[in-house]
Every structure is written in C-alpha cells, then in structure tokens.
C-alpha cells in the first residue's frame, strides 16, 4: 500500500495549458507538502497544508493553485504552464507541522512543458 | 533564512570504499534529518539527530551532529552500488524543512 501517492507520474504539455497533479495520503498524517526540484536536484519548498488550512506559501506565483479538500489529499492546479514550470514536483506528508518523525515523500511528478 | 551548505556536491568512489559528506550552516539547528533519493524515487529519511554531539548508526551509516548543532556528517562505511543516490540534509522548521544542495553519491561496482 502507497503511503504517499501522486498522478500522474509523467506529465507533457505544452505551454499555456492548464493541467492539474494529485497526491494522496494514507497515514493519517495532519500535514502536507508540495515541493519543486529543479534540474539541478534543488528540492524548494512550495506550500504547506494543515488539516486543509494553507500554512505556507513560498512565494509561488498565483498560476498554482493547491486545493486540499479533505487532510488526507492536497491537489496542485497549475494554470497558463510555462517552460520553466518543467520540473520534478513532490507531495509529501508528516504527522504534524514539525515533522520530528520526519517527512514521507510521493514518487514524483515530472512535468515537462513544451 | 539560514543558509545550508552541503558538500562535496559530487562524490564518486568504488564499492567497498569509505566516505563521508557534510552539512553545515552558520545557523544553529534544533534538529536535522537526512534523506536519500533514489533516482525516480521521492526522498526517504534515514535519520533524524537532535542533541548536540550525537551519533546515530544505520548499519554501514554513521550520523554525526555538532556539538554546537551548526554541522552535521554522514559517513558511508564500505559503500555498496545501493547507496548511490542524492543525500540531502534538512534542518527543522515548522510546517517546512528546507534542504540543502544535496550531495550526489556514485557507488561504481
């Protein structure tokens, strides 16, 4: 069973669309991330979530929507993509803000804007 | 924002060496966790230290923190082809861990 699941696991598109990524948790964590790794590997956080409250949002611009409808799923829409949203982007989840049990990661969503 | 310097940013080395990467900051650290990542994987913690001047085993993984909580250490004891991957350090904070550059690990067979 998949503690943490994101789709799609490949995304292609091309520029301007509109394209939506899931991610949902099965551990009952409180807390839920997303994150972008750039080409470099560079992990940024994006937003954080706390039982469907925004906690954080990283300086994003207002093209990324999260949406979290209930703690245990939190959606990322992205609206008018744009070659440098090509990226790998992570939802990861932990048991409450402070993440002293650390965090648990999805596999991944590597988007590719064109 | 602390700034987080992890290095070296590439280490390849041969199975059954030795090696060891660092974590450091000009900040000091409640806590900080280390994670690997696999290529096409997420990252997964490997450990998490807290007291200053801790050391924490992983089978062939050793974690150090520094006594005053600025640094840390991870040293890879005769490394194996499955110990390649990104290992990443993450200080603590509250509803984020930022993490550092990462440090790219290549175990040759």
């Known amino acids: 069973d998949t503690a943490v699941s994101q789709t799609p696991k490949y995304l292609v598109t091309q520029m301007g669309n509109d394209k939506s990524i899931k991610c949902e948790q099965n551990?009952?964590?409180?807390?839920m991330y997303w994150y972008k790794q750039d080409s470099k590997k560079f992990l940024k956080i994006m937003f954080s979530y706390n039982n469907k409250e925004l906690i954080i949002n990283e300086t994003v611009p207002n093209r990324f929507s999260p949406k979290s409808p209930d703690k245990a799923h939190l959606n990322l829409h992205i609206n008018s993509l744009e070659l440098g949203d090509s990226a790998v982007y992570f939802c990861a989840s932990s048991q409450d803000g402070t993440a002293v049990y650390g965090y648990t990661f999805g596999s991944g969503t590597r988007l590719t804007v064109v | 924002t602390q700034l987080l310097e992890q290095s070296p940013q590439f280490l390849s080395i041969q199975e059954g060496e030795n090696l060891t990467v660092y974590c450091n900051s000009s900040?000091?650290?409640?806590?900080l966790q280390w994670y690997r990542q696999e290529p096409g994987e997420g990252p997964v913690l490997l450990v998490t230290v807290v007291t200053g001047g801790e050391v924490k085993k992983l089978k062939r993984l050793t974690f150090q923190f520094g006594d005053a909580r600025k640094d840390s250490s991870l040293h890879i004891t005769a490394a194996q082809p499955g110990d390649t991957g990104l290992y990443l350090c993450a200080p603590s904070g509250d509803y984020k861990l930022s993490f550092g550059a990462g440090t790219t690990v290549t175990v040759r067979a």
């Open positions: 551990l009952g964590h409180d807390t």
């Open positions: 900040s000091v650290f409640s806590s």
